[in-house]
């Protein structure tokens, strides 16, 4: 069965920092590419970051300088540490991770920031 089980998401003040974390399991054929994206109330989901297996990164142009992804490929999990937030932040943030032939998401995790 496969899961990604993201933690980290919660309620922080304008300027503060958060830490996002997302563990797969259960893919058998290996992780091409993990990313962050998000989805604020009455908004499309949009694309945080993203970073691909030999550590290749792709920002939002919106979180640029202010948000960092990371990953540990032994491990199958990806990072998002969120600094700066601002109260434009606040949105559900959902894991992905893509294979050759499969894309998987995470249940999402709140992000509320307050101004």
């Known amino acids: 069965q496969v899961q990604l089980v993201e933690s980290g998401g919660g309620l922080v003040q304008a300027g503060g920092s958060l830490r996002l974390s997302c563990a797969a399991s259960g893919i058998r054929f290996g992780i091409k590419t993990m990313g962050w994206y998000r989805q604020a109330p009455g908004k499309q989901r949009e694309l945080v970051a993203r970073?691909?297996?030999?550590?290749?990164?792709d920002y939002a142009d919106s979180v640029k300088g202010r948000f960092t992804i990371s990953r540990d490929n032994a491990k199958n999990t990806v990072y998002l540490q969120m600094n700066s937030l601002k109260p434009e932040d606040t949105a559900v943030y959902y894991c992905?991770?893509?294979?050759?032939?499969?894309?998987?998401w995470g249940q999402g995790t709140q992000v509320t920031v307050s101004s």
């Open positions: 970073i691909s297996g030999v550590g290749l990164t």
């Open positions: 992905n991770a893509l294979t050759l032939t499969d894309d998987y």
